[in-house]
């Protein structure tokens, strides 16, 4: 497996620093660099990386505005490398896998390397599974049917506790209590009204271990409890707001209006 790489960075002396220390990855293949935002939204478009380095603070579009400019495709996974450590909430904000200080460190390059293997095989899994379903419906469409009808059933394949590891403790979440998740890049902040827990644990994994009858994201950072939803109250341009039983308010975005429909008769 290849990981297609791009470096973003507006100083040369940066991008040289990082391909050399990225040298010692064999799986790591270079394919381009940019040294601006807008040619960096341009490349990762055309060129579809799996991993893109990505510095923040850049003349035009900085990083965060890349990642907003990608997000009408498929994203490739993104490490912001940053000289400033203010960034690094914003960077879990924007979904990061990760981010790095300058200069990067080898060891913590290392440790970031593996964390793309191992989401790009998940993500390779899944995508096996789901050709292995569809050619399964096509020339055996009951069993399919008899397949996914099963494990939709299965009260066994979603989680009614969770373990989470927080501030050196062990807590055990009931499913049911969550009122509501957010994304952080590789960290999950779970709300259950009169507390919050941070788990460390992609979105994607952990939407995988809940029952999406009840849990539904409702922004591209943000799932919610359906069960704990008491109001909608409408925003501007096709938003709204969700209210949760202990009267916290998540915000619902246009992509996710399907969500809101089924409250509203």
Known sequence: MTIKTII??????????????LEPFEDVEIIDTCSNGREAIRKI?????DLVFLDIQMPGFDGFGVVQ????????????????????????????????????????????????R????????????????????????ETAEELQEGTAESGERFEKLLNVKDRGKIFR????????????GDYMCIYTGD??????????????????????RVH????????QVRQVKPHTNGECFLVLGSGAEVKVSRSYRDVVARFVH
């Open 8 to 21: 973003v960075d507006d100083e040369k002396l940066a991008i040289q620093g990082l391909q050399l220390r």
């Open 45 to 49: 478009k055309t060129l579809r990386p």
């Open 69 to 116: 400019g990608v997000m009408d495709i498929e994203p490739p996974l993104f490490v912001f490398v940053t000289a400033f450590q203010e960034h690094a909430i914003r960077a879990f904000q924007a979904n990061a896998l990760h981010y790095l200080m300058k200069p990067v460190d080898e060891d913590k390059l290392a440790d970031v390397i593996e964390r793309v």
């Open 118 to 141: 191992q989401r790009m095989n998940e993500k390779r899994g899944a995508d096996e599974a789901e050709k292995l379903m569809n050619v399964l419906a096509e020339v055996a469409p």
């Open 173 to 184: 979440v009931e499913v049911d209590s969550i009122e509501h998740i957010e994304a952080a």
């Open 195 to 216: 507390n919050s827990l941070i788990l460390r644990e992609t979105m994607k994994d952990l939407e995988r271990r809940l029952d999406p009858r009840k849990f539904q």
């Open 220 to 227: 591209r950072s943000t799932i919610v409890n359906l069960d």
